[in-house]
């Protein structure tokens, strides 16, 4: 008995010892700006066989306490009580839907699996998902919603995705894409949906976000990876970590982009009229690597993902062999949000909306904020500025800070924005349960940027000459002394 004692005693200080480690994580070398922005200090990778764990417990925010605003903006309460609250859809009448929403149930995992649900239980992401759509309404126009109505809970599985346009309302269950039939105003969502296309269901990221085009002809449609670094397999990574078109007329779809580990926040950039997304990079290259990042998607892009992060750095864990002259054709992203900030929503100002001078022409993004980082990263809102071209420049800018504590936890974590009729910003803050709303009193509304029309270059149809020689035989004109 003794021996036995003695042995459970060096097994439970092993364990410990572990949790410890695991818990005490690999400290970041440099700030979330040095990793952000155009031009990103991307470091070497410092491979973690298990991955630095550093969770920010939410504790909730008292009825007095509210996030902090950049100076010259104000935030308050647009709605609290709700039940994890993460996107959200402004309607042209000025009603907004939240999808309170939980991912799915898992399948077991074993212990990886079991410590997984552990940590995201700290993170405040567990529980059962609450699957219901729900209509929040400012009828008066003060700011605050002092109407709510459960639109929808019949079929719906851990729904994220929103969209609206010509009298039908989708939604991006985790497992398919569904149109119903809805009318502006109506507070009750009824009738059977009409599945538009099954979606790989589930996996390490389960949100779908939607995003209709501006002639309401084509739906788009988010799909996070089933895993880090696709080391389930490449089947298991069918149809994900990719964007799809949905032809609504015919019902088509194909496969937009891809090598997009987990694309998230869906928005038309009003210079360029280009699709922009938030993504989410893989993890266990250290706490400063790989930038989560905003980039526009053209159509055919690929971003890499699992074999190659920012165009050019090959990630040596994936053992699976990549697609034939994959570094031909990969895309570097437009701009770094900072590593493992976990971005999520974004929103672009498209005029009309009073956050004053300081926020106007450029992209708002929610960073939900870090679980493998030390120190944490994330958990707040910035403002990344525009160019006159529709480009990123600069440093991400903070609009809403004050969630982390400064004792290991953290009030809440913003998940989404959007746009409310007044011409405020809402932030879902799911952990919290509350839809703050962000304003510079007194403002007036922002001008829309002005659009930048381009002439491509015509697509080449054919192939004239030898192409070998033809890099050789560029004609030039003679110098014949007159500086030519």
Same mark, same amino acid.
């Given at each position: 008995?003794?021996?036995?004692?003695?042995?459970? !005693?060096?097994?439970?200080?092993?364990?410990?010892? +572990?949790?410890?480690?695991?818990?005490? %994580?690999?400290?970041?070398?440099?700030?979330?700006?040095?990793?952000?922005?155009?031009?990103?200090?991307?470091?070497?990778?410092?491979?973690?066989?298990?991955?630095?764990?550093?969770?920010?417990?939410?504790?909730?925010?008292?009825?007095?306490?509210?996030?902090?605003?950049?100076?010259?903006?104000?935030? /308050?309460? +647009?709605?609290?009580?709700?039940?994890?609250?993460?996107?959200?859809?402004?309607?042209?009448?000025?009603?907004?839907?939240?999808?309170? @929403?939980?991912?799915?149930?898992?399948? %077991?995992?074993?212990?990886?699996?079991?410590?997984?649900?552990?940590?995201?239980?700290?993170?405040?992401?567990?529980?059962?998902?609450?699957?219901?759509?729900?209509?929040?309404?400012?009828?008066?126009?003060?700011? *605050?919603?002092?109407?709510?109505?459960?639109?929808? $809970?019949?079929?719906?599985?851990?729904?994220?995705?929103?969209?609206? %346009?010509?009298?039908?309302?989708?939604?991006?269950?985790?497992?398919?894409?569904?149109?119903?039939?809805?009318?502006?105003?109506?507070?009750?969502?009824?009738?059977?949906?009409? *599945?538009?296309?099954?979606?790989?269901?589930?996996?390490?990221?389960?949100?779908?976000?939607?995003?209709?085009?501006?002639?309401?002809? $084509?739906?788009?449609?988010?799909?996070?990876? !089933?895993?880090?670094?696709?080391?389930?397999?490449?089947?298991?990574?069918?149809?994900?970590?990719?964007?799809?078109?949905?032809?609504?007329?015919?019902?088509?779809?194909?496969?937009?982009?891809?090598?997009?580990?987990?694309?998230?926040?869906?928005?038309?950039?009003?210079? @360029?009229?280009?699709?922009?997304? @938030?993504?989410?990079?893989?993890?266990?290259?250290?706490?400063?690597?790989?930038?989560?990042?905003?980039?526009? /998607?053209?159509? %055919?892009?690929?971003?890499?993902?699992?074999?190659?992060?920012?165009? $050019?750095?090959?990630?040596?864990?994936?053992?699976?062999?990549?697609?034939?002259?994959?570094?031909?054709?990969?895309? $570097?992203?437009?701009?770094?949000?900072?590593?493992?900030?976990?971005?999520?929503?974004?929103?672009?100002?498209?005029?009309?909306?009073?956050?004053? !001078?300081?926020?106007?022409?450029?992209? +708002?993004?929610?960073?939900?904020?870090?679980?493998?980082?030390?120190?944490?990263?994330?958990?707040?809102?910035?403002?990344?500025?525009?160019?006159?071209?529709?480009?990123?420049?600069?440093?991400?800018?903070?609009?809403?800070?004050?969630?982390?504590?400064? *004792?290991?936890?953290?009030?809440?974590?913003?998940?989404?924005?959007?746009?409310?009729?007044?011409?405020?910003?809402?932030?879902?803050?799911?952990?919290?349960?509350?839809?703050?709303? /962000?304003?510079?009193?007194?403002?007036?509304?922002?001008?829309?940027?002005?659009?930048?029309?381009?002439?491509?270059?015509?697509?080449?149809?054919?192939?004239?000459?030898?192409?070998?020689?033809?890099?050789?035989?560029?004609?030039? *004109?003679?110098?014949?002394?007159?500086?030519?």
């Amino acid at each position: 008995m003794r021996k036995l004692l003695i042995a459970l !005693a060096v097994f439970v200080i092993l364990v410990g010892g +572990f949790v410890a480690w695991v818990w005490q %994580g690999t400290p970041g070398k440099h700030t979330v700006s040095e990793l952000s922005g155009t031009a990103p200090l991307l470091v070497d990778p410092r491979e973690e066989s298990i991955p630095s764990v550093s969770i920010a417990e939410p504790v909730g925010w008292a009825a007095n306490e509210a996030p902090l605003a950049a100076q010259g903006l104000s935030v /308050v309460r +647009f709605a609290e009580g709700l039940d994890h609250p993460r996107t959200m859809l402004t309607l042209p009448n000025g009603d907004i839907l939240v999808s309170e @929403t939980r991912a799915p149930p898992g399948k %077991g995992g074993g212990p990886l699996g079991w410590i997984a649900g552990k940590l995201m239980s700290r993170a405040g992401a567990t529980g059962p998902s609450p699957n219901t759509v729900v209509l929040l309404r400012d009828a008066d126009g003060d700011g *605050k919603a002092e109407a709510r109505f459960d639109l929808r $809970k019949d079929d719906l599985s851990s729904p994220s995705g929103l969209a609206w %346009g010509n009298g039908k309302l989708y939604i991006a269950n985790h497992d398919a894409v569904l149109a119903f039939d809805y009318a502006l105003g109506e507070i009750a969502l009824a009738g059977k949906p009409v *599945k538009l296309m099954d979606l790989p269901p589930a996996g390490n990221h389960w949100m779908r976000n939607l995003l209709l085009s501006p002639d309401g002809k $084509k739906l788009y449609v988010a799909v996070g990876s !089933a895993s880090n670094i696709a080391e389930k397999g490449i089947e298991a990574e069918q149809g994900r970590a990719a964007i799809w078109e949905i032809d609504i007329a015919s019902g088509s779809h194909r496969q937009f982009a891809s090598g997009l580990r987990n694309a998230n926040g869906l928005a038309w950039n009003p210079s @360029t009229g280009e699709l922009w997304t @938030t993504v989410n990079e893989r993890d266990q290259l250290g706490p400063d690597l790989v930038p989560d990042y905003l980039t526009n /998607v053209p159509v %055919g892009a690929h971003y890499g993902w699992p074999w190659v992060y920012y165009k $050019k750095f090959i990630d040596e864990r994936v053992q699976i062999t990549p697609p034939e002259f994959l570094d031909d054709y990969v895309r $570097k992203p437009e701009y770094a949000l900072g590593a493992h900030v976990a971005a999520l929503g974004l929103a672009f100002d498209t005029g009309g909306h009073r956050l004053g !001078a300081n926020f106007a022409n450029g992209a +708002f993004i929610a960073r939900h904020g870090s679980w493998n980082r030390k120190p944490p990263s994330g958990y707040d809102v910035v403002f990344v500025r525009f160019d006159a071209n529709g480009n990123p420049q600069g440093l991400p800018i903070p609009v809403l800070t004050g969630f982390l504590t400064g *004792k290991g936890t953290t009030h809440g974590r913003p998940t989404w924005v959007a746009w409310e009729k007044t011409g405020g910003l809402l932030v879902s803050d799911d952990t919290a349960g509350i839809i703050w709303r /962000v304003i510079a009193s007194g403002s007036t509304p922002s001008a829309a940027p002005k659009f930048v029309a381009s002439n491509g270059l015509p697509p080449v149809k054919d192939l004239k000459g030898d192409p070998d020689e033809a890099r050789y035989s560029a004609s030039f *004109k003679k110098d014949d002394g007159a500086g030519q």
